[in-house]
């Protein structure tokens, strides 16, 4: 089977293991994943990207010239990739960047012109309603009305894009076609693993006996990180002693820090900012809980929708990859990634989530049976193997061969 996936996405070398795996799963299998040769991707990491090819046997990463070095609606590929189609003939094109992509409705026509016969297939996290204008939405019908599969992030997402019109003849009749719901990235077993980490608590003079409330992500208001810190408030006076800690950076560090020293626990709190993604495991290892405390909000606004929710939470796999049990909020997809390996709470209701807390805390068989399921069910379904088996399976059932 021959698979070309394009995205931005991959021009990080960590997020290919899913598609390395894919590529493993068969000496049948051939896997070439396309990437822009120049982007911008901003915020953090806001360096000019210059992709580099790779060969790795039935693996390989090919960069493309491209068009927007920076918006990834807006990315289109130059003539070298009618170059590699002609020479691949690819019986599956995956472009990963979203419904309205002008990169997939290119592939989606060169496909056509080529004379290919691949399977058209994207992939998008978008999880809220959305609303378009004209020429956008007639390109998303385009898109929609060629396309084979949808993977999507999340299950949100695959309904509102079942409700999405293609512009068919006869009314505009809606995606009725085949999805499956998976992350873009799957979780790396062999770096988030239980490991005990008792000298790197001694480091952050966490005690041998303290119960260790763990947050890893951004610290920005719509993570919920202003209910925990109610919630663990509510535990002030609890006698079995705890710390708080956090993860991550972001601008809501000072706000967290002066709320829990007006609550009286500002002592409590323990700041781990600007780690490497490798060193994330130790500090998640430390945990004697991950807490993900999501609020959906109205105070996000793009060119044609307003809101966010939670797409998926790749924090919680990576915890209950450690087998470490997880806490939840039911922000959207949250729950459906927790499934029972975990406790969830509605968001925003910081007595509930105190009571989450306080079960793991005073029921120690409780936690371990959580962390045992979540572990089992981040092995089967969240690794990037089991991902890569999940995507297999998907391009079985959508027809291809191979």
């Not at 810190?229 to 006698?239: F, G, I, T, Y």
Request: glycine fraction near 8%; proline fraction near 6%; include cysteine.
């Amino acid at each position: 089977m021959r698979v070309l996936v394009l995205s931005h996405t991959y021009i990080v070398d960590l997020n290919r293991e899913k598609l390395r795996a894919l590529a493993q799963l068969s000496p049948a299998m051939e896997v070439v994943v396309g990437v822009p040769r120049r982007w911008q991707p901003g915020g953090v990491q806001n360096r000019l990207v210059i992709s580099e090819a790779l060969q790795e046997g039935n693996f390989r990463v090919q960069p493309l010239s491209n068009l927007s070095q920076n918006n990834q609606g807006l990315l289109t590929f130059g003539p070298d990739l009618v170059q590699l189609l002609r020479q691949f003939r690819p019986q599956v094109i995956q472009v990963e960047q979203g419904a309205k992509a002008l990169a997939y409705a290119q592939t989606i026509t060169l496909n056509r012109l080529l004379g290919l016969g691949a399977k058209n297939v994207f992939f998008t996290w978008w999880n809220l309603p959305y609303r378009l204008k004209f020429p956008i939405s007639a390109l998303e019908a385009y898109n929609l009305r060629h396309t084979h599969g949808l993977v999507v992030g999340n299950q949100d997402g695959a309904d509102i894009l079942r409700d999405r019109p293609t512009g068919q003849a006869f009314g505009q009749r809606n995606y009725t076609g085949p999805y499956r719901v998976m992350p873009q990235l799957g979780v790396d077993e062999t770096l988030f693993r239980p490991q005990p980490q008792p000298e790197l608590a001694q480091t952050l003079a966490i005690p041998s006996d303290a119960f260790v409330v763990g947050y890893c992500g951004r610290f920005v208001a719509e993570k919920g990180l202003l209910t925990l810190c109610d919630a663990l408030a509510n535990l002030r006076d609890h006698p079995h002693p705890w710390v708080w800690l956090l993860v991550g950076r972001g601008e809501l560090r000072e706000a967290i820090q002066a709320k829990a020293d007006g609550c009286g626990i500002g002592d409590r709190l323990r700041w781990v900012t600007d780690i490497p993604h490798h060193q994330v495991p130790h500090y998640i290892n430390l945990m004697h809980t991950l807490v993900l405390p999501s609020e959906t909000t109205d105070k996000f606004q793009t060119l044609t929708a307003k809101g966010w929710k939670e797409q998926f939470g790749h924090v919680l796999i990576e915890a209950m990859a450690c087998a470490v049990p997880v806490i939840g909020s039911d922000s959207g997809e949250i729950p459906h990634v927790i499934d029972r390996a975990g406790l969830i709470f509605s968001e925003g209701n910081a007595s509930a989530l105190a009571e989450r807390l306080r079960l793991l805390i005073e029921h120690p068989e409780q936690r371990q049976a959580l962390g045992e399921a979540g572990y089992h069910r981040a092995m089967s379904r969240y690794t990037n193997r089991a991902l890569a088996k999940q995507l297999l399976e998907f391009y079985r059932e959508i027809g291809v061969e191979g």
